[in-house]
């Protein structure tokens, strides 16, 4: 059965810390592997990776793609109050559909 | 910017109603999704549609359907309202193939009393 499990379900931490947020992914047709951040409203994008090894970078965030062990991870450096969120990972697999997973709950405290 | 708006931000049925959930969005994408997330569950598929009158069954279609009369449109209905029901219903566009990104609007908690 095709499945998106992200570890660990919630996470608080304190203001400066470093994070890592886990995706482990079993998908038929694998295409790609899709982060997000969602607070109080809709998805927001963060990453898209299709090849292993390769880090993508944005500010404090960055993620990579394991083909091989079939799992990514979602560094956050520096945490700040904002980077509170459930942050996303989803698989693209065929035509354009996704298989998410549940979500990491995480809670920056200042 | 893509945006994608939702009719309803909060709704509150009872059960046995029909229920129409609208999506709209900007951009001119052929594909659009709608999605219902749980608790522990994430976000799961319940249709998409990669063209007007064209749709797909995802993962969750029992007791709901879809309607994609024009392109910028795609609505959710449930025939029959029912408690389990109650989520939050998320609609995301893309472009075609090419691209893996989806845009999402802001959602609509549905409430089944």
């Known amino acids: 059965e095709d499945k998106v499990v992200q570890s660990p379900l919630s996470l608080v931490v304190h203001e400066g810390d470093t994070v890592t947020l886990n995706c482990s992914y079993e998908?038929?047709?694998?295409?790609?592997l899709l982060w997000y951040k969602q607070e109080k409203k809709a998805p927001t994008f963060l990453f898209m990776l299709?090849?292993?090894?390769i880090e993508k970078k944005s500010g404090r965030l960055s993620s990579i793609l394991d083909k091989k062990e079939l799992f990514s991870i979602l560094n956050i450096t520096a945490t700040q109050t904002g980077d509170s969120a459930v942050y996303l990972c989803?698989?693209?697999?065929?035509?354009?559909?996704?298989?998410f997973g549940s979500g990491t709950k995480l809670n920056v405290k200042p | 910017d893509v945006k994608v708006t939702q009719s309803s931000r909060y709704l509150v049925k009872r059960t046995g109603e029909k229920v129409f959930l609208e999506c709209v969005q900007d951009?001119?994408?052929?594909?659009m999704f709608w999605y219902r997330q749980d608790p522990g569950l994430g976000l799961r598929l319940i249709y998409f549609?990669?063209?007007?009158?064209?749709?797909e069954k995802g993962d969750i279609p029992e007791g709901y359907s879809v309607s994609r009369e024009k392109k910028e449109r795609f609505s959710l209905i449930l025939e029959s309202a029912s408690t389990n029901q109650t989520s939050m219903y998320l609609c995301?566009?893309?472009?075609?193939?090419?691209?893996?990104?989806?845009?999402f609007g802001p959602g609509t908690r549905l409430t089944v009393l």
């Open positions: 989803a698989s693209g697999y065929n035509f354009n559909k996704f298989y």
């Open positions: 998908v038929t047709n694998f295409r790609s």
């Open positions: 299709t090849s292993s090894g």
């Open positions: 951009m001119d994408h052929e594909n």
């Open positions: 549609s990669y063209d007007v009158k064209m749709k």
């Open positions: 995301a566009s893309s472009p075609p193939v090419s691209t893996d990104t989806q845009y």
